[in-house]
């Protein structure tokens, strides 16, 4: 299955609010920003939350796409997914809970969270 990756223009629009993604502005604790599209009833994000935060996350800018449904369009336009969680790690996306969870087996969600 290929992930569409947002096009340099939706990069470079990733959000209204401050940061390129619309979240933190700056890492945490060394680590790159992270941003996950959510809802509250959604086991998927809460097992993504976990992992990330095995791996050492302090803070994930969730965006509760429930709450704010311009915010579920948003996300739509820069993933092309209707599905959540949908996360970014800087300004890379990563997917859904299955794709990180296979990013992780892969050994590359350490090394992309610390930027290397």
């Given at each position: 299955m290929t992930r569409r990756q947002p096009g340099l223009a939706a990069m470079a629009t990733m959000g209204a609010r401050?940061?390129?993604?619309?979240?933190?502005?700056?890492?945490?604790?060394?680590?790159?920003?992270?941003?996950?599209?959510?809802?509250?009833?959604?086991?998927?994000?809460?097992?993504?939350?976990?992992?990330?935060?095995?791996?050492g996350v302090a803070q994930i800018d969730e965006v509760r796409v429930d709450l704010e449904p311009e915010q579920r369009a948003r996300m739509m336009e820069l993933t092309g997914r209707r599905t959540v969680p949908q996360i970014f790690i800087g300004d890379t996306h990563v997917g859904g809970c299955d794709d990180l969870m296979a990013l992780d087996q892969r050994g590359g969600l350490t090394?992309?969270?610390n930027g290397s």
């Open positions: 401050s940061g390129s993604l619309g979240g933190p502005a700056e890492a945490v604790n060394g680590m790159k920003p992270v941003r996950m599209y959510t809802t509250q009833v959604c086991p998927f994000c809460i097992r993504a939350k976990a992992l990330l935060r095995q791996r090394p992309l969270l």
